[in-house]
């Protein structure tokens, strides 16, 4: 038990539907981030939150749209989204984006795209 | 280019000792990362490291830092199978945000 959830851990989807990722972390953080893992590259960080106010977006395409109601939740909203997007999405949190770095991960949302 | 370099592939005998390699680029870093990532899982914090510190022991991890060479690396003691898994290095960069290698998969072998 990491203190970070993910729902669901696995979500296949086709290219027109609407989907959502859910995240919840019970550690009290106020930073929270979401990771994109594809095959053979290098962890991408995508979206980062900061006391539920948006201070990253790291040239993600729209039909990725965050929302951060508060704290402890973050969503992924998926739209119209391509073959190539299939990936591990990994919400991760930390304290504040300035007190060490220490960020903690979830499980990770398998996403298929057909 | 990536800015944290690990090799991709360990395989080590079962009982051996495993050394994970990185070298990162960023000489302000204030921590580097060990996660390990186990098959179909998320990523796991293994052990971190302070840049001032040259090296750290973790029961049966050590880790260390060599700041001269931007040199990280990870000592597994008796491994064993359930160190099977990915191993990423990873380093912070300026406020909140981490770097990570591509990650090293590491197979324990009988």
């Known amino acids: 038990e990491t203190g970070v959830t993910q729902t669901p851990r696995h979500l296949v989807m086709g290219m027109t539907n609407k989907k959502s990722l859910k995240c919840e972390q019970h550690?009290?953080?106020?930073?929270m981030y979401w990771y994109k893992q594809s095959a053979k590259k290098p962890l991408e960080l995508m979206f980062v939150?900061?006391?539920?106010?948006?201070?990253e977006n790291n040239s993600v395409p729209s039909r990725f749209s965050p929302e951060c109601p508060n704290s402890s939740h973050l969503f992924l909203h998926l739209h119209t989204l391509q073959p190539e997007d299939s990936a591990l999405y990994l919400c991760?949190?930390?304290?504040?984006?300035?007190?060490?770095?220490?960020?903690?991960f979830g499980e990770g949302s398998w996403l298929t795209v057909v | 280019g990536e800015d944290v370099e690990q090799s991709l592939f360990l395989s080590v005998r079962e009982g051996d000792s495993s050394v994970i390699n990185c070298t990162y680029t960023?000489?302000?870093?204030?921590?580097l990362y060990w996660y390990k990532q186990e098959p179909g899982a998320g990523l796991q914090l293994l052990t971190y490291?302070?840049?001032?510190?040259d090296m750290k022991q973790d029961q049966r991890l050590t880790v260390l830092l060599n700041k001269k060479d931007k040199h990280l690396s990870l000592r597994i003691a008796d491994t064993q199978t359930g160190d099977s898994a990915i191993y990423f290095c990873?380093?912070?960069?300026?406020?909140?945000?981490?770097?990570f290698g591509a990650g090293t998969t590491v197979t324990v072998r009988a």
């Open positions: 490291i302070f840049s001032n510190m």
């Open positions: 991760a949190s930390s304290q504040d984006r300035l007190s060490g770095n220490t960020i903690y």
């Open positions: 550690l009290g953080h106020n930073a």
């Open positions: 990873a380093e912070s960069l300026r406020d909140y945000k981490l770097s």
């Open positions: 939150y900061n006391f539920k106010e948006q201070t």
């Open positions: 960023d000489s302000s870093s204030t921590y």
